[in-house]
């Protein structure tokens, strides 16, 4: 069973060590991918030295920054290409904590196709954020939940861990969302095609160097994206479907 940990940058210079070493201690046997936008302050070029000095890291070079599904779909592209079983995605900025990554790959191993860090469910948390922007967050998730008729309680976390067949079932070249609605895409593909999704407690700390990259353009992207995914499966194309029928 071979493991391989895609991680999107861009400006992580004052994170990329500490992320790989961390990956590498949590899950030795695993090969690592580095998707860099072309970042000014080296994180590709330090990557990359990591990569020589431990081995199983590569780094996929992108021309500019085009956001992050357009990230993710070069990332999954290669992890297809290359067969892995297991296909793990999170940040590098250590807001996701390498350490449950041995809990993510084992829940696969369990049966599931898709796992989610959950920071909505028992036990998950995302200490020092306000109680606007959490409120935000988790209400945001329970209308994606609702419109889109699932029981997913943190669609938008992208500390995920697909099984490798569950992940070309999705066909993730065809994902539209360019930045973080890739995250409700995919676990919809799969919640839509029967797939088993299983929900881990995760902390979620903000990252403590550099920047946030989110902003209100990706917000509203995914509210667009998730009311238009709705309103196509549960309204039109059974009316559509039904107008067949007469």
Known sequence: MRTLVIAPTYQEAENIEDFVRRVRKALPDADLLVIDDSSPDGTARIAEELGQ??????????????????????????????????????????????????????????????????RYMP??????????RRALSKWGNRYAGFILGTDVEDGTSGYRAFRGDALRSAVPATTRASGYGI?????????????????????????????SKMTWTIAAEELVLVTWWGIRDRLVRPLAGRLRRS
């Open 53 to 118: 000095e431990l081995g199983g890291v590569d780094v996929l070079h992108r021309p500019r920054k085009t956001g992050l599904g357009g990230a993710y779909r070069d990332g999954f592209a290669v992890a297809l290409e290359r067969g892995y079983d297991r296909v793990v995605q999170m940040d590098a900025d250590l807001s996701h904590d390498p350490g449950v990554l041995p809990d993510m790959v084992r829940a696969v191993d369990e049966g599931a196709d898709l796992v989610i860090g959950s």
């Open 123 to 132: 036990g998950g948390s995302i200490p020092n954020w306000p109680w606007h």
């Open 183 to 211: 995250q409700f895409e995919l676990a919809y593909r799969v919640w839509k095609q029967g797939g088993q999704i299983v929900e881990i407690p995760i902390s979620f700390t903000d990252r403590y160097r550099g920047t």
